[in-house]
């Protein structure tokens, strides 16, 4: 199979992939495979792939036909401003994601002063590198914590992408604010989390998530809140007054989350829809 493809140039690979799973996954395959992106895998279109790279394309190829998320694949996936590297240690960062990073980077625009945050149950680093790479870089320090050293270790691999930006950024491993200093408490502006939240049993959770990403990073008890019960309880002790807690919820638990935050003192609690309507998150104020 490789004999017979060396030496078809890149359109021609990408068309006969695009036949099989679509033209922008077919691309990014190739650009992958050619070890070149954008502009430059343009101009390489009508090159022909060496062996080397057609052996690496159908070696993508036989993970996808064997049902493996393309992001694992690919070995990298965009989240807002970053190309961030994805593997089985780490959840794929989602597009609602980059919406409750978007709702953390707005409630700290009128924030002056030293900003300090948490990304609590960093994974790949989706949040909490975002939050470095958004915020005034002259100013912030974003803590991202996991119970995964797996996962810290991708976070830690892609902080490396991040630039100037990085020297912000703190990596701390233990659950949840246990990996925090103690003499942090009570000085947090901005707590953040995308918790496990997917009920153990969930019958609606498709194989593909069931199969590839991390257990511990989808599961969170019997109805799905026991992450959120921790993050929820904790946040009052560990923000600032008139600090903000962020998270990422199913879109069955608003009730559950708007109860728990109340329960735990915190104000102004709010829960936002996502861009496909879903309430997907939650927002609430430790009072001044
Ligand atoms: C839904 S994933 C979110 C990953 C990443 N923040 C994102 O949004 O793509 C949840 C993360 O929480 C971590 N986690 C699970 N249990 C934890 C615990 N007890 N303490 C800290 N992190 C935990 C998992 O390892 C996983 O990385």
Redesign the pocket.
Same mark, same amino acid.
């Given at each position: 199979m490789v004999e017979d493809r060396a030496g078809v140039t890149w359109r021609v690979l990408w068309q006969q992939l695009a036949d099989e799973v679509g033209r922008p996954p077919a691309r990014w395959l190739c650009e992958t495979a050619s070890g070149c992106d954008g502009a430059e895998f343009l101009a390489e279109l009508d090159r022909p792939a060496t062996a080397r790279m057609v052996a690496h394309l159908d070696s993508m190829v036989v993970r996808l036909r064997a049902g493996e998320p393309l992001q694992y694949v690919l070995g990298r996936w965009g989240?807002r401003r970053l190309d961030l590297m994805v593997d089985r240690r780490?959840?794929?960062?989602?597009p609602e994601?980059e919406e409750?990073v978007e709702t953390a980077v707005r409630l700290m625009a009128d924030r002056a002063g030293v900003l300090r945050a948490a !990304?609590?149950?960093?994974? %790949?680093?989706?949040?909490?590198l975002s939050l470095a790479a958004e915020l005034p870089v002259d100013r912030t320090e974003v803590w991202l914590? !996991?119970? %995964?050293t797996d996962?810290l270790d991708v976070a830690r691999a892609n902080a490396a992408g991040l630039g100037r930006a990085a020297v912000n950024v703190r990596f701390a491993a233990?659950?949840?604010y !246990?990996?925090l200093p103690a003499d942090l408490a009570g000085g947090f502006d901005l707590l953040v %989390?995308? +918790? +496990?939240?997917v009920a153990d049993e969930a019958a609606d959770l498709e194989a593909i998530v069931r199969d590839h990403e +991390?257990a511990?990073?989808?599961f969170g008890g019997p109805d799905g809140l026991d992450?959120l019960r921790?993050v929820v309880a904790g946040a009052p002790h560990w923000l600032r007054p008139g600090g903000w807690l962020v998270c990422?919820i199913g879109s069955s638990q608003a009730a559950a989350v708007r109860a728990l935050a109340g329960d735990a003192g915190l104000g102004e609690v709010e829960i936002r829809a996502d861009a496909a309507g879903l309430d997907r998150i939650a927002v609430a104020r430790r009072p001044t």
């Open positions: 989240f780490v959840l794929i960062p989602r994601t409750v !990304d609590l149950g960093c994974g %790949s680093g989706a949040i909490g914590t !996991d119970a %995964s996962a233990g659950s949840w !246990d990996a %989390s995308n +918790p +496990p939240y +991390p511990l990073a989808l992450a921790v990422e």
